[in-house]
């Protein structure tokens, strides 16, 4: 595991970027897997910079998102599909028949979660994952538990990831309570994991995920056994860390 550590939100979202950059100019019909929330919206906004000046195509590109919210359509302004066409997808020449999240519509979560494991297994090995990091120590929605999880499943969110992400909605109640994400056992196939975090309110599961204790109490710990993981943190986020 190696750590970068940014000097700040535009620092981290740059060398995020630049890693993201390499994969794709290496291997331009590669797999990403990418993640929603605040932290990549930096990112994002440099691979959109990026090419615009002509220095990334995505034309081959494929993509397999982490996670989508239970209940929650396209064309809703909260649903990550939303999210990602907002943020990417509609600002590069990606071809939309290449990228998959989990169908937040299926009201069965087993057909849900099994149509999005036969995705994942049919684009194969995820060259590089990206994700952030929930204040739980959350990766995508694998919330704390007994157990690390395998593949996709559908997951009740608690208390605490409802209202982080309540900001995004108009009150908490809005926030769906469960949602389809990748697991954990996914997440660790990748070739690689980028991880991107930013802010002092993350420096303690910074702390925890990092440097404490691997386990499923803290998901994100598991990362500490990737063969291949790159945390990219800013200064806030790595302040506990000293
Ligand atoms: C959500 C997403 C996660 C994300 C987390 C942190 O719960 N499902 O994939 O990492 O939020 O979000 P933020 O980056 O806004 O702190």
Redesign the pocket.
């Known amino acids: 595991m190696k750590i970068y550590r940014a000097k700040d939100y535009n620092d981290m979202s740059r060398k995020a970027a630049n890693l993201i950059s390499a994969q794709i100019l290496l291997k331009p019909n590669c797999v990403l897997g990418l ?5 990549p919206l930096g990112t994002y906004r440099q691979l959109v910079e990026r090419y615009n000046q002509g220095d990334l195509d995505f034309s081959e590109i494929t993509t397999v998102n ?2 989508e919210y239970k209940g929650l359509t396209h064309d809703n302004s909260q649903s990550y599909y939303y999210f990602m066409n907002e943020n990417l997808f509609s600002k590069v020449n990606i071809n939309k028949s290449k990228v998959f999240l989990p169908d937040g519509t299926e009201p069965d979560s087993e057909t849900a979660c099994q149509k999005y494991n036969e995705i994942l297994h049919a684009v194969g090995v995820i060259d590089l994952q990206l ?4 204040h739980n120590g ?4 694998n919330e704390p538990a007994d157990f690390f999880t395998t593949e996709t499943h559908c997951i009740t969110l608690s208390e605490r ?1 409802i209202q ?2 309540a900001r995004f909605f108009a009150t908490a109640e809005e926030v769906p309570r469960q949602a389809y994400t990748m697991g954990i056992k996914t997440i660790m196939s990748a070739e690689k994991v980028l991880v991107v975090i930013s802010g002092e309110d993350k420096a303690d599961i910074v702390k925890k995920a990092f440097f404490g204790p691997i386990t499923p109490q803290v998901p994100a710990s598991i990362l500490q056994l990737h063969r291949n993981a790159v945390i990219i943190a800013d200064e806030a986020a790595l302040s506990k860390c000293e």
């Open positions: 993640a929603t929330g605040s932290t982490l996670d994700l952030g990091l929930g959350h990766i995508g929605f990831t982080a992400n």
